[in-house]
T-cell receptor, first 113, second 112 residues
Framework: NAGVTQTPKFQVLKTGQSMTLQCAQDMNHNSMYWYRQDPGMGLRLIYYSASEGTTDKGEVPNGYNVSRLNKREFSLRLESAAPSQTSVYFC????????????FGSGTQLSVL | SQQGEEDPQALSIQEGENATMNCSYK?????LQWYRQNSGRGLVHLILIRSNEREKHSGRLRVTLDTSKKSSSLLITASRAADTASYFCATMGWDTGNQFYFGTGTSLTVIP
């Protein structure tokens, strides 16, 4: 029972490099989310997908893009990484948007040098 | 920012004592949830309380909600060393675009 799986767990990038964070859930959930967690800031929503085929911006979308590849997978792309994007990234899913509890992956720790 | 704030930021207690942490938020909500995060791990859902509820229990957890004061509290009774973690409140409401907004967290240490 994997739940929400994120890859990679750790990543170091140089400024300007690009990368994609992968997320997959096996709970047949409709909604998926990407959050970043910074010290003293709690979790902030980057992008979300209420259902397959839709994506919307959250609180801090600048510098990121997302793709809802299918119902299971939701990826987050950094096109040109900046030191300000050093953070821990969490993917989450829920059965439906806006009502249900969130299930989180174990996170990706990203450092941009 | 629409984030809530937890209080205190850090709390250290002896095993067996009760731990109380508070959450204040800014907007009208449909529900409020509490999550636990162990070091280096993702968040785990603990309990959900709806805006028309005032108190809810789940095992050793007791959550209260006061919508007039825009605040909630989480009480963990008879704490255990395994309760050591960070605790976050998350609010969701029509004013927040039906998205969850998380507070800044309370770091709880339970000393054996």
């Amino acid at each position: 029972n994997a739940g929400v799986t994120q890859t990679p767990k750790f990543q170091v990038l140089k400024t300007g490099q690009s990368m994609t964070l992968q997320c997959a859930q096996d709970m047949n959930h409709n909604s998926m989310y990407w959050y970043r967690q910074d010290p003293g800031m709690g979790l902030r929503l980057i992008y979300y997908s209420a259902s397959e085929g839709t994506t919307d911006k959250g609180e801090v979308p600048n510098g990121y893009n997302v793709s809802r590849l299918n119902k299971r997978e939701f990826s987050l792309r950094l096109e040109s990484a900046a030191p300000s994007q050093t953070s821990v990234y969490f993917c989450a899913s829920s059965e439906r948007q806006a009502v249900e509890k969130l299930f989180f992956g174990s996170g990706t720790q990203l450092s941009v040098l | 920012s629409q984030q809530g704030e937890e209080d205190p930021q850090a709390l250290s207690i002896q095993e067996g004592e009760n731990a109380t942490m508070n959450c204040s938020y800014k907007t009208s909500i449909n529900n409020l949830q509490w999550y636990r995060q162990n070091s280096g791990r993702g968040l785990v859902h603990l309990i959900l309380i709806r805006s028309n509820e005032r108190e809810k229990h789940s095992g050793r957890l007791r959550v209260t909600l006061d919508t007039s004061k825009k605040s909630s509290s989480l009480l963990i009774t008879a704490s255990r060393a395994a309760d050591t973690a960070s605790y976050f409140c998350a609010t969701m409401g029509w004013d927040t675009g039906n998205q969850f907004y998380f507070g800044t967290g309370t770091s709880l240490t339970v000393i054996p």
